[in-house]
DNA sequence: CGGAATCCCAGGAGATACTG
DNA sequence: CAGTATCTCCTGGGATTCCG
């Protein structure tokens, strides 16, 4: 078995074992938990779509946060960009292999946090309540 | 009295609008986005410990954001603060059953994160070696 | 020991204006 | 249409200090 490609380049002394596997998940972490990035690969599972498409159906995204979160998806590859140099031009995000298969885990997590919400928000009102009443 | 800590930021009545999970999802997804707090569930799912040795075994985390990120673990009821008040004051932290439940899904992700991430760093060189010819 | 309070700064993010 | 550029405001987060 040789040593697999994500191992290269990795500590493995250090207070923390998971701190090893933690330096590969993190900048994916990060990607999950950006405001944006998980919404789109979300849109963009039901077929590709424009710039413009993209901005209507996501409420409130500004364009530079759409621009930006769509180009750190792209070099992360999880979706291609595809320019149409047309007049006006038109281009086009699509997901790739990639990006597809970041769905399933990231639906595991949306699908557990549906399930959990009333418990977070009733463990979080339970926490405000008592640090209200503390001042 | 403000709120100290981001308690209340989790802004649960935002214009997220299309799947109506959207809203209840996003401020699951920003705390596992955050930088510490998956870390600090990995790492109490091997048993409860101590602010200090939490402390000692998450690298480079300061004292004030392993402070806060407790706090919003606690207050998302995915942990729980024992204090005994001894002298010096001993502290205990222990996720709950809510917290143990959302290992599965974080570590799919994770686990997603380690496969993949070799695929990725590819891309981002590729990326980033063609936005380099191009200044 | 386990925090809370304060200071301070780099980076994130909105708004606006311009361009191929 | 699909961006870039710039400006500015605001927040996250490190360092430090003080407290029960």
Redesign the pocket.
């Known amino acids: 078995m040789p040593i697999p490609y994500d191992a290269r380049g990795v500590t493995l002394d250090g207070p923390c074992l998971q701190s090893a596997g933690c330096k590969n998940v993190a900048p994916v972490l990060n990607r999950v938990g950006d ?1 944006w990035s998980m919404l789109i690969v979300m849109i963009l599972s039901s077929g590709p779509r ?4 993209l ?1 209507r159906e996501i409420d ?6 759409l ?2 979160s ?2 750190g998806l792209e070099r992360d590859g999880l979706l291609t ?1 595809t ?1 149409t140099p047309t007049i ?4 086009d995000y699509e997901l790739t292999e990639l990006g597809i298969s970041l769905r399933a885990p990231v639906k595991a997590l949306g699908d557990w946090a549906i399930e959990h919400i009333g418990c977070i928000r009733a463990a979080q009102q339970r926490f405000d309540k008592v640090a209200d009443a503390r001042g």
Chains 1, 2 share one sequence.
């Open positions: 405001k424009r710039f413009s498409e901005k409130g995204i500004s364009q530079r946060m621009t930006l769509l180009r960009r320019v006006p031009p038109r281009v």
